[in-house]
Protein backbone atom coordinates (compact mmCIF):
# COMPACT_ATOMS: atom_id res chain seq x y z
CA UNK A 1 0.00 0.00 0.00
CA UNK A 2 1.32 3.61 -0.93
CA UNK A 3 2.16 6.05 1.76
CA UNK A 4 -0.49 8.43 0.40
CA UNK A 5 -3.13 5.58 0.48
CA UNK A 6 -2.08 4.22 3.87
CA UNK A 7 -2.79 8.35 4.92
CA UNK A 8 -5.87 8.25 3.95
CA UNK A 9 -7.25 4.54 5.75
CA UNK A 10 -5.77 6.35 8.13
CA UNK A 11 -7.79 9.31 8.35
CA UNK A 12 -10.58 7.51 7.91
CA UNK A 13 -10.47 5.10 10.68
CA UNK A 14 -9.86 8.05 12.94
CA UNK A 15 -12.97 9.81 11.41
CA UNK A 16 -15.18 7.16 12.58
CA UNK A 17 -13.31 7.23 16.14
CA UNK A 18 -13.82 10.42 16.80
CA UNK A 19 -16.02 11.85 14.95
CA UNK A 20 -19.12 9.41 14.63
CA UNK A 21 -21.03 8.55 17.81
CA UNK A 22 -23.67 5.47 18.13
CA UNK A 23 -26.82 5.43 19.38
CA UNK A 24 -26.26 3.47 23.06
CA UNK A 25 -27.72 -0.28 23.68
CA UNK A 26 -30.97 1.09 25.35
CA UNK A 27 -31.96 -2.76 26.47
CA UNK A 28 -33.08 -3.52 29.97
CA UNK A 29 -33.92 -6.84 29.41
CA UNK A 30 -30.65 -8.00 31.33
CA UNK A 31 -29.90 -11.30 33.63
CA UNK A 32 -29.84 -9.79 37.60
CA UNK A 33 -29.29 -10.97 40.05
CA UNK A 34 -26.09 -13.06 37.68
CA UNK A 35 -25.89 -16.78 37.12
CA UNK A 36 -23.02 -17.89 39.04
CA UNK A 37 -21.46 -20.75 37.80
CA UNK A 38 -18.44 -23.01 39.10
CA UNK A 39 -15.65 -22.22 37.51
CA UNK A 40 -14.32 -24.97 35.12
CA UNK A 41 -11.08 -23.55 34.05
CA UNK A 42 -9.02 -23.30 37.63
CA UNK A 43 -9.92 -19.55 38.09
CA UNK A 44 -11.39 -18.57 41.47
CA UNK A 45 -15.45 -17.95 40.85
CA UNK A 46 -16.46 -14.60 39.11
CA UNK A 47 -12.95 -13.98 38.51
CA UNK A 48 -12.73 -10.49 36.02
CA UNK A 49 -16.29 -10.54 35.92
CA UNK A 50 -18.66 -8.19 36.83
CA UNK A 51 -19.35 -7.62 40.75
CA UNK A 52 -22.26 -10.12 41.98
CA UNK A 53 -20.67 -12.62 39.89
CA UNK A 54 -18.49 -13.92 42.98
CA UNK A 55 -21.03 -15.66 45.07
CA UNK A 56 -24.77 -15.90 44.70
CA UNK A 57 -26.99 -13.29 46.61
CA UNK A 58 -28.64 -14.19 50.36
CA UNK A 59 -31.76 -12.64 48.78
CA UNK A 60 -33.65 -9.81 47.61
CA UNK A 61 -34.16 -6.51 49.74
CA UNK A 62 -37.43 -6.37 51.77
CA UNK A 63 -39.81 -5.24 49.70
CA UNK A 64 -43.52 -3.71 50.52
CA UNK A 65 -46.53 -2.97 48.21
CA UNK A 66 -47.99 -0.07 50.69
CA UNK A 67 -46.20 2.22 52.22
CA UNK A 68 -45.30 1.96 55.80
CA UNK A 69 -46.06 5.34 58.31
CA UNK A 70 -43.40 7.36 59.40
CA UNK A 71 -43.04 5.89 62.64
CA UNK A 72 -42.98 2.39 61.27
CA UNK A 73 -40.23 3.33 58.46
CA UNK A 74 -38.26 4.01 61.59
CA UNK A 75 -38.75 1.60 63.87
CA UNK A 76 -38.42 -1.35 61.17
CA UNK A 77 -35.69 -0.08 59.06
CA UNK A 78 -34.29 3.75 59.49
CA UNK A 79 -33.65 3.30 62.90
CA UNK A 80 -31.54 -0.40 62.46
CA UNK A 81 -30.54 0.71 59.16
CA UNK A 82 -32.30 -1.92 56.94
CA UNK A 83 -33.00 -0.94 53.29
CA UNK A 84 -36.29 -1.61 52.06
CA UNK A 85 -37.74 -1.07 48.34
CA UNK A 86 -41.18 0.54 47.76
CA UNK A 87 -43.12 -0.96 44.82
CA UNK A 88 -44.62 1.44 43.03
CA UNK A 89 -44.58 4.48 45.62
CA UNK A 90 -43.97 7.44 43.08
CA UNK A 91 -46.72 6.71 40.71
CA UNK A 92 -49.16 9.45 41.66
CA UNK A 93 -46.33 12.12 40.88
CA UNK A 94 -46.57 13.90 37.69
CA UNK A 95 -43.27 13.40 36.59
CA UNK A 96 -43.87 9.85 36.74
CA UNK A 97 -46.10 10.42 33.53
CA UNK A 98 -44.65 13.44 32.07
CA UNK A 99 -41.17 13.36 32.66
CA UNK A 100 -41.57 9.41 30.07
CA UNK A 101 -39.83 11.60 26.53
CA UNK A 102 -37.12 14.27 26.53
CA UNK A 103 -39.36 16.54 24.86
CA UNK A 104 -41.67 17.53 27.73
CA UNK A 105 -38.67 18.00 29.39
CA UNK A 106 -36.66 20.10 26.72
CA UNK A 107 -39.73 21.84 26.14
CA UNK A 108 -40.31 22.86 29.85
CA UNK A 109 -37.00 23.04 32.11
CA UNK A 110 -34.49 22.46 29.24
CA UNK A 111 -32.86 25.76 29.91
CA UNK A 112 -31.91 24.98 33.62
CA UNK A 113 -28.51 23.61 34.47
CA UNK A 114 -27.94 20.44 35.86
CA UNK A 115 -24.14 18.90 37.15
CA UNK A 116 -23.58 15.64 34.72
CA UNK A 117 -21.11 13.32 35.33
CA UNK A 118 -18.80 10.07 32.91
CA UNK A 119 -21.04 7.19 32.48
CA UNK A 120 -18.31 4.74 34.30
CA UNK A 121 -18.65 6.57 37.86
CA UNK A 122 -14.66 8.05 38.97
CA UNK A 123 -15.45 9.69 42.81
CA UNK A 124 -12.53 12.01 41.67
CA UNK A 125 -13.74 13.06 38.49
CA UNK A 126 -15.23 16.61 38.75
CA UNK A 127 -18.86 17.53 37.63
CA UNK A 128 -19.42 19.88 34.62
CA UNK A 129 -22.82 22.35 34.06
CA UNK A 130 -24.88 22.50 31.55
CA UNK A 131 -28.41 22.94 30.63
CA UNK A 132 -30.84 20.31 30.23
CA UNK A 133 -31.51 21.12 26.72
CA UNK A 134 -27.66 20.78 25.65
CA UNK A 135 -27.49 17.54 28.00
CA UNK A 136 -31.21 15.97 26.11
CA UNK A 137 -28.70 16.98 22.71
CA UNK A 138 -26.70 14.41 22.82
CA UNK A 139 -26.58 12.14 26.29
CA UNK A 140 -27.90 9.30 23.78
CA UNK A 141 -24.57 8.62 21.86
CA UNK A 142 -22.26 10.57 25.01
CA UNK A 143 -20.74 8.81 27.23
CA UNK A 144 -22.03 10.79 30.52
CA UNK A 145 -25.28 10.93 32.64
CA UNK A 146 -27.45 13.91 35.34
CA UNK A 147 -26.68 13.69 38.91
CA UNK A 148 -27.30 16.67 39.84
CA UNK A 149 -29.52 18.54 42.76
CA UNK A 150 -33.41 18.52 41.52
CA UNK A 151 -33.96 22.08 39.96
CA UNK A 152 -36.93 24.26 42.09
CA UNK A 153 -39.57 24.37 39.17
CA UNK A 154 -39.10 20.58 39.05
CA UNK A 155 -39.79 19.71 42.53
CA UNK A 156 -43.33 21.09 41.89
CA UNK A 157 -43.92 17.61 39.72
CA UNK A 158 -42.41 14.97 41.97
CA UNK A 159 -43.98 13.29 44.83
CA UNK A 160 -42.70 13.10 48.49
CA UNK A 161 -43.85 9.51 49.69
CA UNK A 162 -46.11 9.15 53.17
CA UNK A 163 -43.22 7.44 54.78
CA UNK A 164 -41.46 10.83 55.14
CA UNK A 165 -44.38 13.36 55.35
CA UNK A 166 -43.88 13.94 58.71
CA UNK A 167 -41.38 14.31 62.03
CA UNK A 168 -38.14 14.17 62.19
CA UNK A 169 -37.55 12.97 58.78
CA UNK A 170 -39.83 15.98 56.77
CA UNK A 171 -37.70 18.62 59.13
CA UNK A 172 -34.37 17.47 58.36
CA UNK A 173 -34.47 16.49 54.17
CA UNK A 174 -30.98 17.96 52.79
CA UNK A 175 -31.72 17.76 49.64
CA UNK A 176 -33.46 16.17 46.42
CA UNK A 177 -31.24 15.09 43.48
CA UNK A 178 -32.12 14.45 39.61
CA UNK A 179 -30.56 11.27 37.53
CA UNK A 180 -31.04 10.87 33.91
CA UNK A 181 -28.95 8.62 31.44
CA UNK A 182 -28.94 6.56 28.51
CA UNK A 183 -28.16 3.23 28.12
CA UNK A 184 -25.33 0.95 30.64
CA UNK A 185 -24.47 3.09 33.81
CA UNK A 186 -22.16 1.58 36.45
CA UNK A 187 -21.42 3.40 40.00
CA UNK A 188 -18.62 2.08 42.17
CA UNK A 189 -19.59 0.17 45.41
CA UNK A 190 -19.81 3.43 47.98
CA UNK A 191 -21.72 4.30 50.65
CA UNK A 192 -23.03 8.00 51.30
CA UNK A 193 -23.64 9.96 54.47
CA UNK A 194 -27.23 10.40 54.62
CA UNK A 195 -30.11 8.22 54.45
CA UNK A 196 -31.59 8.36 50.58
CA UNK A 197 -34.96 7.40 49.05
CA UNK A 198 -33.77 6.76 45.62
CA UNK A 199 -37.28 6.46 43.16
CA UNK A 200 -37.38 5.66 39.31
CA UNK A 201 -39.53 7.15 36.66
CA UNK A 202 -38.09 5.93 33.70
CA UNK A 203 -35.51 2.64 32.64
CA UNK A 204 -34.29 0.12 34.99
CA UNK A 205 -32.10 0.37 38.22
CA UNK A 206 -30.40 -3.19 39.52
CA UNK A 207 -28.61 -2.60 42.98
CA UNK A 208 -26.03 -4.83 45.04
CA UNK A 209 -26.29 -4.02 48.87
CA UNK A 210 -24.09 -4.94 51.18
CA UNK A 211 -24.00 -4.43 55.30
CA UNK A 212 -21.34 -1.82 56.11
CA UNK A 213 -20.00 -4.53 58.72
CA UNK A 214 -17.76 -5.67 56.01
CA UNK A 215 -16.17 -2.07 55.40
CA UNK A 216 -12.96 -3.41 56.11
CA UNK A 217 -12.61 -6.25 53.51
CA UNK A 218 -13.88 -3.98 50.37
CA UNK A 219 -10.84 -2.12 49.92
CA UNK A 220 -11.76 1.44 50.67
CA UNK A 221 -10.00 4.82 49.82
CA UNK A 222 -8.70 6.54 52.75
CA UNK A 223 -11.40 9.07 53.86
CA UNK A 224 -11.04 12.00 55.97
CA UNK A 225 -12.09 11.83 59.82
CA UNK A 226 -15.69 12.76 60.04
CA UNK A 227 -16.45 12.31 56.36
CA UNK A 228 -19.96 10.50 55.90
CA UNK A 229 -19.24 8.94 52.80
CA UNK A 230 -16.37 6.93 50.61
CA UNK A 231 -16.02 4.18 47.94
CA UNK A 232 -14.13 1.01 47.31
CA UNK A 233 -11.52 1.34 44.43
CA UNK A 234 -12.35 -2.39 43.17
CA UNK A 235 -12.80 -2.40 39.37
CA UNK A 236 -16.92 -3.31 39.70
CA UNK A 237 -16.97 -4.24 36.18
CA UNK A 238 -13.58 -6.93 36.18
CA UNK A 239 -13.27 -8.15 40.23
CA UNK A 240 -9.92 -8.98 40.19
CA UNK A 241 -10.36 -12.53 42.74
CA UNK A 242 -6.85 -13.00 43.45
CA UNK A 243 -5.97 -9.73 44.71
CA UNK A 244 -9.49 -9.34 46.84
CA UNK A 245 -10.26 -12.44 47.51
CA UNK A 246 -12.22 -11.84 50.81
CA UNK A 247 -15.41 -10.95 48.05
CA UNK A 248 -16.35 -14.31 47.23
CA UNK A 249 -17.44 -14.77 51.22
CA UNK A 250 -19.42 -11.52 51.57
CA UNK A 251 -23.12 -11.88 51.67
CA UNK A 252 -25.07 -9.82 49.86
CA UNK A 253 -28.96 -9.03 48.70
CA UNK A 254 -30.19 -7.09 45.79
CA UNK A 255 -33.22 -5.25 44.39
CA UNK A 256 -34.04 -4.20 40.48
CA UNK A 257 -36.50 -0.93 40.20
CA UNK A 258 -38.92 -0.83 37.87
CA UNK A 259 -41.05 2.39 37.19
CA UNK A 260 -42.74 3.85 40.12
CA UNK A 261 -40.91 1.82 42.44
CA UNK A 262 -38.08 3.54 45.26
CA UNK A 263 -35.37 1.54 47.52
CA UNK A 264 -34.61 3.46 50.70
CA UNK A 265 -30.46 2.82 51.01
CA UNK A 266 -29.58 3.96 54.96
CA UNK A 267 -26.53 6.03 55.20
CA UNK A 268 -23.58 4.29 55.75
CA UNK A 269 -25.05 0.92 53.95
CA UNK A 270 -22.53 0.27 50.67
CA UNK A 271 -24.40 0.09 47.36
CA UNK A 272 -23.84 -0.52 43.58
CA UNK A 273 -25.80 0.55 41.49
CA UNK A 274 -26.32 -0.25 37.82
CA UNK A 275 -28.61 1.67 35.07
CA UNK A 276 -30.45 0.38 32.09
CA UNK A 277 -32.53 1.96 29.18
CA UNK A 278 -33.34 5.48 29.11
CA UNK A 279 -33.15 5.88 32.95
CA UNK A 280 -34.59 9.13 34.60
CA UNK A 281 -35.00 9.03 38.57
CA UNK A 282 -35.49 11.17 41.55
CA UNK A 283 -34.11 11.18 44.99
CA UNK A 284 -34.47 12.37 48.40
CA UNK A 285 -31.50 13.09 51.36
CA UNK A 286 -32.13 13.26 54.66
CA UNK A 287 -29.70 13.45 58.26
CA UNK A 288 -29.28 10.25 60.13
CA UNK A 289 -30.90 11.58 62.98
CA UNK A 290 -30.08 8.94 66.28
CA UNK A 291 -33.46 9.91 66.78
CA UNK A 292 -37.22 10.03 65.66
CA UNK A 293 -39.99 12.89 67.05
CA UNK A 294 -43.06 12.35 65.38
CA UNK A 295 -45.07 15.11 67.85
CA UNK A 296 -46.35 16.85 64.82
CA UNK A 297 -47.66 13.09 62.94
CA UNK A 298 -50.60 13.10 64.69
CA UNK A 299 -51.49 16.50 63.12
CA UNK A 300 -50.31 15.59 59.56
CA UNK A 301 -52.31 14.29 57.05
CA UNK A 302 -49.59 11.70 55.55
CA UNK A 303 -51.96 10.56 52.82
CA UNK A 304 -52.43 14.14 51.37
CA UNK A 305 -50.95 13.88 47.87
CA UNK A 306 -47.69 16.46 48.56
CA UNK A 307 -45.17 17.45 45.91
CA UNK A 308 -41.72 17.60 46.60
CA UNK A 309 -42.26 21.72 46.07
CA UNK A 310 -44.18 22.07 49.61
CA UNK A 311 -41.50 20.48 51.97
CA UNK A 312 -38.24 22.56 53.06
CA UNK A 313 -34.81 21.60 52.18
CA UNK A 314 -31.19 22.66 53.30
CA UNK A 315 -30.16 22.94 50.05
CA UNK A 316 -31.80 23.89 46.67
CA UNK A 317 -31.25 25.13 42.96
CA UNK A 318 -33.21 28.00 41.23
CA UNK A 319 -32.79 29.21 37.73
CA UNK A 320 -29.79 31.86 37.84
CA UNK A 321 -27.75 30.84 41.19
CA UNK A 322 -24.40 30.69 40.07
CA UNK A 323 -23.77 27.90 41.99
CA UNK A 324 -25.06 24.36 41.98
CA UNK A 325 -24.23 22.68 44.79
CA UNK A 326 -25.01 19.67 46.67
CA UNK A 327 -24.23 16.93 49.11
CA UNK A 328 -23.00 19.27 51.83
CA UNK A 329 -22.63 18.53 54.94
CA UNK A 330 -25.87 18.82 57.17
CA UNK A 331 -25.22 22.52 58.65
CA UNK A 332 -27.78 21.34 61.91
CA UNK A 333 -25.09 17.90 62.63
CA UNK A 334 -22.20 20.82 62.25
CA UNK A 335 -24.39 22.80 64.98
CA UNK A 336 -24.83 20.18 67.19
CA UNK A 337 -21.09 18.75 67.01
CA UNK A 338 -20.12 22.59 68.14
CA UNK A 339 -22.22 22.24 71.01
CA UNK A 340 -20.74 18.78 72.12
CA UNK A 341 -17.39 21.11 71.72
CA UNK A 342 -18.27 23.42 74.43
CA UNK A 343 -19.72 21.27 76.67
CA UNK A 344 -16.54 22.27 79.17
CA UNK A 345 -16.52 25.80 77.93
CA UNK A 346 -18.24 28.68 78.26
CA UNK A 347 -17.17 30.25 74.96
CA UNK A 348 -15.79 29.09 72.07
CA UNK A 349 -12.65 30.49 70.69
CA UNK A 350 -10.75 30.32 67.82
CA UNK A 351 -8.11 28.14 69.40
CA UNK A 352 -10.44 25.05 70.58
CA UNK A 353 -12.08 25.77 66.59
CA UNK A 354 -8.59 24.86 65.63
CA UNK A 355 -8.44 21.59 67.37
CA UNK A 356 -12.43 21.08 66.12
CA UNK A 357 -10.97 21.36 62.29
CA UNK A 358 -7.77 19.45 62.85
CA UNK A 359 -10.34 16.17 63.80
CA UNK A 360 -12.60 17.40 61.20
CA UNK A 361 -10.16 17.95 58.11
CA UNK A 362 -7.19 15.58 58.72
CA UNK A 363 -4.55 15.94 56.67
CA UNK A 364 -6.45 18.70 54.71
CA UNK A 365 -6.23 20.96 58.36
CA UNK A 366 -5.06 24.42 57.86
CA UNK A 367 -4.55 26.77 60.71
CA UNK A 368 -4.78 30.13 59.29
CA UNK A 369 -7.87 28.36 57.28
CA UNK A 370 -9.60 27.30 60.47
CA UNK A 371 -9.49 31.09 61.78
CA UNK A 372 -10.79 32.01 58.79
CA UNK A 373 -13.67 29.82 59.02
CA UNK A 374 -14.44 30.60 62.38
CA UNK A 375 -14.45 34.53 61.69
CA UNK A 376 -17.81 33.35 60.03
CA UNK A 377 -18.90 32.39 63.04
CA UNK A 378 -17.74 35.20 65.26
CA UNK A 379 -20.24 37.60 63.61
CA UNK A 380 -19.85 39.99 66.25
CA UNK A 381 -16.13 40.40 65.95
CA UNK A 382 -16.08 39.42 69.83
CA UNK A 383 -12.52 36.89 69.24
CA UNK A 384 -15.44 34.01 71.12
CA UNK A 385 -19.06 32.80 69.87
CA UNK A 386 -20.81 31.54 73.14
CA UNK A 387 -23.46 28.55 73.14
CA UNK A 388 -26.50 30.37 73.34
CA UNK A 389 -25.09 32.33 69.92
CA UNK A 390 -24.05 29.18 68.26
CA UNK A 391 -27.81 27.63 69.58
CA UNK A 392 -29.70 30.82 68.23
CA UNK A 393 -27.00 30.87 65.18
CA UNK A 394 -28.90 31.15 61.78
CA UNK A 395 -29.05 28.31 59.39
CA UNK A 396 -27.95 30.21 56.62
CA UNK A 397 -24.55 31.64 58.84
CA UNK A 398 -23.98 27.71 59.20
CA UNK A 399 -24.69 26.45 55.59
CA UNK A 400 -21.76 29.26 54.46
CA UNK A 401 -19.10 27.56 57.10
CA UNK A 402 -20.32 23.98 55.54
CA UNK A 403 -19.33 25.29 52.07
CA UNK A 404 -15.46 26.54 53.62
CA UNK A 405 -15.56 22.93 55.16
CA UNK A 406 -16.35 20.94 52.59
CA UNK A 407 -14.75 20.32 49.34
CA UNK A 408 -15.94 21.71 46.27
CA UNK A 409 -19.29 19.76 45.18
CA UNK A 410 -19.94 21.87 41.53
CA UNK A 411 -18.61 24.16 39.09
CA UNK A 412 -19.78 28.12 39.06
CA UNK A 413 -21.30 29.69 36.39
CA UNK A 414 -19.57 32.75 35.59
CA UNK A 415 -21.53 34.39 32.39
CA UNK A 416 -20.76 31.71 29.22
CA UNK A 417 -17.81 29.83 30.75
CA UNK A 418 -17.63 27.64 33.78
CA UNK A 419 -14.72 26.78 36.47
CA UNK A 420 -14.29 24.67 39.73
CA UNK A 421 -16.04 26.81 42.37
CA UNK A 422 -13.04 28.11 44.79
Known amino acids: ?14 LSVSDIHFPKDMRTDVQFPPIVKRS ?32 EFWEQHVQHRVPLVYRQAVVKAPAFFKWQTDEYIREKYGDLDVLIEKKVESR ?22 VVSLLPDPMREEMMVPRSLLCGTFRQHIL ?20 HNLHCLLSGRKDFIMIHPK ?32 H ?18 IPSGYFHQVRSYGRSVAGTIMWSPLPEFDDSDCASTDIDQYTPLSQVNMMWTYKK ?46 DAPRARE ?19 NMDVEVLKNVARHLDDPHGPVKDHDHTHDEL
Request: with cysteine; glycine share 8%.
Open 214 to 245: YADQLDLVEKKKFSGSGYSTMNMDMINVFTNP
Open 175 to 194: ESNLWISAGGTSSVLHYDAD
Open 124 to 145: GAQPQRMSLNDFLDSYEYEDWY
Open 40 to 71: DSGLPDGHLRPLGYQKKPEGRVKEYQELLAPR
Open 247 to 264: ISKIPWTWATLRPGDCIF
Open 373 to 391: IFGLLDQKKKGSVSMEEIR
Open 320 to 365: GDKVLEMRHTDPEVFRAGLLTLLRDRDRLRPEHFEYFYEDLMGDKA
Open 1 to 14: MSAFRAAIVFAVLS
